[in-house]
């Protein structure tokens, strides 16, 4: 197939052509001549919005800008992701640095920068592809694999900006992350960004779909390029067999296990002498080592003997895997930490024995798999076929057996808590966040949004009945891929669509100056921050800061929770100015360790800054079924209530200027919700 070149990226409009034009069938990348080649000519100048596809992207706000960089130790042009409003470099993996399309594109234009890029998140359904150099950039001719990759007419693919290679937005999130740069593939399903032109390749649909047929070619074409290099290990004896790799039962594990057991066998003297030392003995007749009952601390007359035929156990009568026995002598803690031990040691890659990451229930499942793979040595006689039920639970498809029974959610991981239920406003915002997540919804963390947004819009003129502020330090900790982004990319959301945007600011707070600023130029707002511990804590807590990071950790403690005005620090060139009742919170994630390594040897616990905030544990990781589509937007009522809790009533303009301004709106107290509540807190 060739696709007719019925367009022209920029720079080939009007750039003299860079190369020769290569066959399709070959590499298309510039040769290597040791020189600082000239900038990519590629500049942005819009994306035609001509498919539903990018219709789809552009509705999401999570874009991005990039620019070409050189990077001298690498002797090559970069290209990476830029924030989308002020043009510098920044991460692809924080929500925080996300934008609208128009956002992006218009820094993008403004600055004169390369182009626009979508940023893949654990909360879309989108899987990124990238193909290089598949397609001569003069003629539009794509070389044979990735014209039958388009040919498949499963989803969007469009030209990338070098004009030389393709890149194809998905609907339904990887499992395994690919890259195999011989092969000229890579898929990523977060985490990274997509330049993203609009030129759509003609023979390719005009939206965004699922793509099995072309996962599974990408994988295979990955998996010859990286058998082509494979490191042949010399079997142990000749009658040794080879591994066998079952893509059938891949899905459990059992496959990866087997495999590395069959290995094992073929390099026993990689893996044995390790376990045993000098008590394994070199039988070279039979390429079998043995190892005495007396060496293993046992009064049995029988050895251990491992051949390429197989492992018994003659002391005990019974037959082991390798596997058995890394795990009994080799001091490996599970089947799976021990076969991945055994693949390290012989020098194989475990993703060429089969092996994947098994998710959430990855120690139980392995632990099946291993057992099932346990009838290799006979002392088995049903080799059951597991599968996974939606409940979560493997059974035994033959016999329906339960093998693994997925133990019954928490209340908290559930929903069902009283805590995470509240009533009226916070309530409906915690249901539009869990219910507009693709992936992943964590109720703790979605109330804990709510209650930052409702919290900021009364922080200047609502106080609790001992003068208190309602604005917070929130942080939300739980584990790698909890779900933590959703949560603060809707704080946004929400306060676009009520027309409060300008209550958003960045954590990043780098001094106590730049936290000042902030504060004189909008006195309220809440400061979304990623990785809080890494971002916030660490850098007013470390060893070796300066005074205004510092200062910034006694700035923070004044500003929270009190409706006294502040004064920001004086210098010889900078006056002090007055702040009437500034409205601060901050609305933070972080994993469990990353956030506890940040405080400092317990200086933040100390000096009182850890316990201003409020700590929200997050649900353990919920999978399930992601969904697919631009989120609904905040429904109206729920705006209308919002708006109803500015100082000026419903009224936008008057609220605007009482949230921001220099003159602070007036204050209400509000009472004790009973006796009995103030009772509690004041005894």
Not at 235 to 247: G, L
Not at 316 to 337: C, F, K, Y
Not at 624 to 653: E, M, T, Y
């Amino acid at each position: 197939m060739v696709t007719e070149p019925t367009w022209r990226l920029p720079h080939e409009q009007h750039e003299a052509k860079l190369t020769e034009a290569a066959p399709a069938s070959e590499s298309l990348a510039l040769p290597h001549t040791g020189e600082r080649p000239p900038r990519p000519a590629y500049r942005f100048v819009g994306i035609p919005h001509t498919c539903p596809a990018i219709e789809e992207l552009c509705s999401r706000q999570q874009w991005l800008v990039w620019d070409h960089v050189w990077v001298a130790d690498k002797e090559k042009w970069t290209k990476p992701p830029m924030h989308p409003r002020g043009g510098y470099k920044c991460s692809a993996s924080d929500p925080s640095n996300y934008a609208p399309f128009a956002t992006a594109a218009a820094t993008a234009m403004r600055r004169r920068l390369a182009g626009v890029g979508f940023a893949l998140s654990p909360d879309d359904d989108y899987t990124g592809i990238d193909i290089d150099d598949c397609r001569d950039p003069e003629t539009g001719e794509l070389a044979p694999w990735a014209a039958e990759i388009v040919g498949f007419g499963e989803t969007y693919w469009e030209v990338s900006p070098s004009g030389r290679g393709l890149r194809g937005v998905a609907h339904g999130k990887i499992n395994r992350v690919l890259k195999c740069d011989p092969a000229g593939v890579e898929m990523y399903a977060e985490g990274r960004y997509l330049t993203i032109t609009g030129h759509r390749v003609a023979e390719a649909p005009g939206q965004i779909e699922p793509v099995p047929r072309a996962i599974e070619a990408l994988r295979l074409r990955a998996k010859v390029f990286r058998s082509s290099k494979e490191i042949t290990v010399a079997p142990a004896a000749s009658n040794a067999i080879a591994p066998r790799i079952r893509h059938g039962e891949i899905s459990l594990g059992i496959g990866f296990f087997r495999n590395v057991n069959d290995a094992a066998l073929q390099n026993l003297g990689k893996w044995v002498p390790v376990i045993f030392h000098d008590a394994a003995r070199f039988q070279p007749g039979t390429g079998a080592w043995r190892v005495s009952s007396r060496r293993l601390g046992r009064r049995l007359e029988e050895d251990l003997s491992l051949a390429p035929t197989g492992i018994q156990d003659f002391g005990e009568e019974v037959p082991l895997t390798a596997i058995d026995v890394a795990v009994r002598w080799g001091n490996q803690a599970s089947p799976l930490h021990a076969a991945l031990w055994i693949c390290n040691l012989i020098g194989i890659d475990a993703d060429q024995l089969g092996f994947q990451d098994f998710g959430q229930d990855g120690a139980v499942l392995a632990e099946i798999g291993a057992e099932i793979a346990h009838g290799l040595t006979g002392n088995v006689i049903h080799l059951p076929v597991a599968v996974k039920t939606p409940e979560g639970n493997v059974i035994d498809e033959e016999t329906g057996e339960i093998l693994y029974e997925k133990p019954p959610a928490s209340a908290e991981e559930s929903g069902a808590a009283p805590w995470l239920n509240p009533d009226g406003l916070l309530k409906e915002l915690t249901d539009w966040i869990v219910e507009t997540t693709n992936r992943r919804p964590n109720r703790p963390m979605a109330l804990a949004a709510s209650i930052a947004v409702v919290g900021t819009i009364l922080g200047r003129h609502i106080a609790g009945p001992t003068n208190s502020g309602t604005h917070l330090y929130i942080a939300c900790i739980g584990e790698t891929a909890a779900g933590k982004d959703r949560p603060m990319r809707a704080i946004s959301e929400i306060f676009d669509a009520a027309g409060l945007e300008f209550l958003v600011k960045s954590g990043k707070f780098k001094s106590d100056v730049a936290l000042e600023n902030s504060l004189s130029e909008s006195p309220c707002g809440v400061a979304i921050v990623d990785e809080i511990g890494k971002q916030l804590f660490a850098p007013m807590m470390g060893r070796n800061v300066g005074s205004h990071q510092a200062n910034m950790g006694a700035a923070l403690r004044e500003l929270w929770g009190s409706f006294t005005d502040f004064f920001t620090s004086t210098s010889a060139v900078r006056r002090s100015v007055r702040i009437k009742n500034p409205a601060l919170s901050i609305y933070g994630a972080s994993t469990l360790e990353e956030f506890y390594a940040s405080l400092g040897g317990g200086a933040s616990v100390d000096n009182g800054f850890l316990n201003r905030f409020l700590i929200i544990r997050a649900a353990k990781r919920v999978s399930g079924a992601a969904k697919r589509g631009p989120k609904p937007r905040l429904p109206q009522p729920i705006v209308d209530k919002l708006l109803g809790l500015l100082p000026q009533g419903s009224n936008l303009s008057g609220g605007t200027i009482a949230l921001t301004g220099p003159h602070a709106p007036e204050r209400d107290i509000v009472d004790w919700m009973s006796d009995e509540v103030e009772h509690a807190q004041n005894h």
